[in-house]
């Protein structure tokens, strides 16, 4: 059984910082990321790990604050959030994909076949 847990979430004054973790089990993964959803929002690409080369990529909202990096055991991504403001409130949800990256990174919602319950992240300005 494939399980994906999420933790880190919290609350942090705007330009503070949190870092998120995500541990999956089950299966092997190729492609690890992260999404979040705001109140009343879909839910949106954050960023993305390969296991395999551990290329990345990232939204353009997050980009050079948040930094995705993979841990040393398999199947264990983090979320390094910098320099956080209040429009990055919301759940974080980690996801797992049997994709690779291949000749683009995996960022779209269907790619993904796992997901973790979410871990809320609230910045107070």
């Known amino acids: 059984q494939v399980q994906l847990v999420e933790s880190g979430g919290g609350l942090v004054q705007a330009g503070g910082s949190l870092r998120l973790s995500c541990s999956a089990s089950g299966r092997i993964f190729n492609t690890m990321g992260w999404f979040r959803q705001a109140p009343e929002k879909e839910r949106e690409f954050v960023a993305t790990i390969n296991w395999s080369g551990g290329s990345t990529a990232s939204a353009d909202s997050v980009k050079g604050r948040f930094t995705i990096f993979r841990g040393n055991v398999r199947n264990t991504v983090y979320l390094q959030m910098n320099s956080l403001k209040p429009e990055d409130t919301a759940v974080y949800y980690c996801?797992?994909?049997?994709?690779?990256?291949?000749?683009?990174?995996?960022?779209?919602?269907?790619?993904?076949?796992?997901w973790g319950q979410g871990t809320q992240v609230t910045v107070s300005s």
């Open positions: 996801a797992a994909s049997r994709y690779g990256f291949g000749d683009s990174p995996v960022v779209t919602l269907v790619s993904y076949q796992y």
